[in-house]
Nanobody
């Protein structure tokens, strides 16, 4: 059974930073494509970043590239979304999602339907 627990949201001023965590409980940590999505009221979830836990490709949406970074701690079985230079438009509920894979796919990493495992959301609020 695979479970994801998301944490680390909060409120910051524009220009600030936050780090979100996604702990994965599974028989192995090294075989997942882990993606981060965000959603605001009335809009579809937007994929913002993805990485393969076994070491491989990373992907970022145009809206966050250069500001957000994905990383992981294998010993803690935790992936991170490090968010710098936050903007008010980054305000959203953030989710981590995972699927078993050999790597993340450039064409599919940001599709909600690709992921069978989801963490609960964590709210990020950026004030101007």
């Amino acid at each position: 059974q695979v479970q994801l627990v998301t944490s680390g949201g909060g409120s910051v001023q524009a220009g600030g930073s936050l780090t979100l965590s996604c702990h994965i409980s599974a028989s192995t940590f090294m075989s997942f494509c882990v993606s981060w999505f965000r959603q605001t009221s009335g809009r579809e979830r937007e994929g913002v970043a993805a990485s393969y836990t076994g070491g491989g490709s990373t992907f970022y949406s145009d809206s966050v590239i250069g500001r957000f970074t994905v990383s992981q701690d294998n010993a803690k079985r935790t992936g991170y979304l490090i968010m710098n230079s936050l903007k008010p438009e980054d305000t959203a509920m953030y989710y981590c999602a995972a699927r078993y894979a050999y790597d993340c796919n450039s064409a599919a990493w940001s599709r909600e339907s690709e992921y069978g495992y989801w963490g609960q959301g964590t709210q990020v609020t950026v004030s101007s």
